[in-house]
């Protein structure tokens, strides 16, 4: 059932979960039902997943604010399941199929079935940006990002330097077939982050005054030469 409501070709939302707990929060609802999918495939067994709020806000333009709040009304429904765990914290999500079943009627649950393919070009797969509807196809450059977060999150740094890490070497070219990294004749993550959080640190040391520098100096200088006139 869920994998009929994931986005892994585009943001399918049902109308009448919609009724339940809004259009944002069942757009929601199908990107966190999409990166389960995920997982999975890459062998999760226990139900709880990953994804950040930068990462939700670029694949469905829901700011942290609206995914705060969408979050809450799938709590209410007992839909979602969230906690932080790992060092640094990262938000993990667990998605209960059973209750969301118990919200969508018996009928609604087999016509999905039925009309899938007639769904896919309906009003129901929606999604919003900039205010105007969209579809998001699922591309392979999509795929390859969401493996390129998930290695780079698995590695024990500091969220910002993660994040920032992410954020520049998964720039799109213009023809957006390739992110910044993959245009790297050689590649290591490891390396490459270990650097990134080396150089992170050399930027966020203070500056030296060069003019309390110059003063001490000179006073130095005054201090040597009445020295040596002793």
């Given at each position: 059932?869920?994998?009929?409501?994931?986005?892994?070709?585009?943001?399918?939302?049902?109308?009448?979960?919609?009724?339940?707990?809004?259009?944002?929060?069942?757009?929601?609802?199908?990107?966190?039902?999409?990166?389960?999918?995920?997982?999975?495939?890459?062998?999760?067994?226990?139900?709880?997943?990953?994804?950040?709020?930068?990462?939700?806000?670029?694949?469905?333009?829901?700011?942290?604010?609206?995914?705060?709040?969408?979050?809450?009304?799938?709590?209410?429904?007992?839909?979602?399941?969230?906690?932080?765990?790992?060092?640094?914290?990262?938000?993990?999500?667990?998605?209960?199929?059973?209750?969301?079943?118990?919200?969508?009627?018996?009928?609604?649950?087999?016509q999905l079935e039925v009309n899938k393919?007639?769904?896919?070009?309906?009003?129901?797969?929606?999604?919003?940006?900039?205010?105007?509807?969209?579809?998001?196809?699922?591309?392979?450059?999509?795929?390859?990002?969401?493996?390129?977060?998930?290695?780079?999150?698995?590695?024990?740094?500091?969220?910002?330097?993660?994040?920032?890490?992410?954020?520049?070497?998964?720039?799109?070219?213009?023809?957006?077939?390739?992110?910044?990294?993959?245009?790297?004749?050689?590649?290591?993550?490891?390396?490459?982050?270990?650097?990134?959080?080396?150089?992170?640190?050399?930027?966020?040391?203070?500056?030296?005054?060069?003019?309390?520098?110059?003063?001490?100096?000179?006073?130095?200088?005054?201090?040597?030469?009445?020295?040596?006139?002793?």
């Open positions: 059932m869920k994998h009929l409501l994931s986005s892994s070709a585009f943001l399918i939302v049902n109308k009448q979960l919609a009724k339940q707990v809004g259009l944002k929060g069942a757009i929601l609802l199908a990107d966190l039902i999409s990166k389960e999918e995920y997982f999975i495939a890459n062998g999760m067994t226990d139900g709880w997943f990953f994804n950040t709020e930068a990462n939700i806000e670029r694949d469905t333009t829901l700011t942290s604010y609206q995914q705060r709040k969408c979050l809450k009304t799938l709590k209410k429904y007992q839909i979602i399941e969230t906690k932080r765990k790992g060092i640094p914290a990262k938000q993990y999500f667990k998605i209960n199929e059973a209750n969301l079943l118990r919200i969508l009627s018996c009928e609604e649950t087999e393919l007639k769904d896919l070009s309906e009003t129901n797969l929606r999604t919003i940006n900039k205010n105007k509807e969209i579809r998001i196809t699922n591309n392979t450059i999509s795929n390859r990002r969401d493996e390129f977060v998930s290695e780079v999150l698995s590695f024990n740094y500091d969220e910002s330097i993660l994040n920032g890490f992410i954020d520049y070497w998964t720039e799109p070219n213009k023809s957006n077939t390739k992110m910044k990294y993959e245009l790297n004749k050689t590649w290591s993550t490891k390396l490459r982050l270990n650097t990134w959080a080396t150089n992170q640190k050399k930027w966020d040391k203070p500056k030296t005054n060069t003019k309390t520098m110059s003063k001490l100096d000179a006073q130095i200088n005054e201090w040597q030469k009445a020295k040596e006139l002793l």
